[in-house]
């Protein structure tokens, strides 16, 4: 697992040259007074198991709060780890029925669907959905729990390693989130 130290433009450039043609997935566009707080990725240099974003900002209802994006191959236990539950995949511990909230991804809907945190070590300060986008694992981790209302607001998830000069108005830094 690659994690830096600090959060920045230079930090973040290094995780995409690592993760080269696997998606790095932020809310897209970020909200005023938001930022990339924590990059991760697992995997060796150009062939990349799964990457993580956190965004943290503040919302009215919740103070601050914190968004973390974990996309990864099946069994990469990145996803798992910033959810802080003991399983490995999301399949094992989906809720049955109906999805919790729907992200777009790009141009396509995803159903994410809650992940039980019952197991997990700790407080139950967080909320955490999953599901499947392009044959990997998508986990969704938000801090507070109360604050997973956010992504009922037709939230877009976008693929930014691709994103080139637009990443330059990106705001990045703060502290990182507790995982």
Do not use: N
Request: proline fraction near 8%; aromatic fraction near 8%.
């Amino acid at each position: 697992m690659w994690r830096p130290d600090d959060c920045d433009y230079e930090a973040f450039s290094a995780h995409l040259q690592l993760t080269d043609g696997f998606p790095t997935y932020l809310p897209w566009p970020l909200s005023p007074g938001w930022a990339v707080t924590d990059v991760s990725s697992v995997g060796a240099p150009g062939e990349p198991m799964a990457t993580m974003t956190c965004t943290s900002g503040t919302s009215a209802l919740d103070g601050p709060v914190d968004v973390l994006v974990v996309s990864e191959e099946p069994g990469a236990g990145l996803g798992a780890r910033c959810a802080g539950v003991p399983h490995l995949d999301a399949g094992e511990r989906l809720s049955e029925g109906q999805p919790l909230v729907k992200v777009r991804l790009e141009r396509q809907q995803v159903s994410l669907w809650s992940v039980s945190t019952s197991g997990a070590d700790g407080e139950w300060d967080r909320s955490v959905v999953a599901g499947e986008a392009g044959g990997r694992w998508l986990w969704i981790v938000v801090r507070p729990a109360s604050a997973v209302l956010l992504l009922r607001d037709d939230w877009i998830l976008r693929d930014i390693s691709t994103l080139g000069a637009a990443l330059l108005e990106v705001d990045f830094g703060g502290p990182r989130p507790p995982w």
